[in-house]
């Protein structure tokens, strides 16, 4: 059975598909009035605005379990991009710096080089490390992350510095 929703969309796609200058038209008056559109968009919201929330609120309460399986679902299919995101979340919660970042550029920059052990990063063990810990005040930017192994982001653990790790020795020193 289709719904209201699909029945007025399909209805919609095939009317305008016939009477291209309709729609045309149509967007060109979206242009012509967008400012004024918004203005009485944001009255109406600033009016109504304890009515929205609660319907909001409503509204999520009833969808939990759906949001809860789209946002398992979304984490299972972009782990980078969830990593990230919870990443974000955290400086802004420790009120710092949060800038957007390109972990493509990051790989690249550090040509898949852990910044942690100096060892090569095969793609299944990579993770990203904050090299100043945001709990220590760390900004959340592309010049404060790296390259780095499962294993050494863990061993790492929060809090500490580059300085304060224990790391093998790469070099043998000859005296």
Known sequence: MVSTIE??????????AKHPEKLDAQREWRGLHLEKNKETAKRYYLAHI????????AYRASHKEERLAYQRAWRKLSP???????ARRRAL???L???TIDYKAIMERDKMICGICHKRVAKKDLSFDHIVPLSCGGAHTEG???VAHRRCNSAKRDGRLPSQMRLPILFEVKG
């Open 50 to 57: 304890e009515e929205i929330r609660a319907l909001g609120r």
């Open 93 to 95: 919660k420790l009120q």
């Open 7 to 16: 029945f007025r969309r399909d209805r919609n796609k095939r009317y305008y």
């Open 144 to 146: 404060n992350i790296q």
């Open 97 to 99: 710096t949060a800038g």
């Open 80 to 86: 980078e991009k969830w990593a990230a995101k919870r």
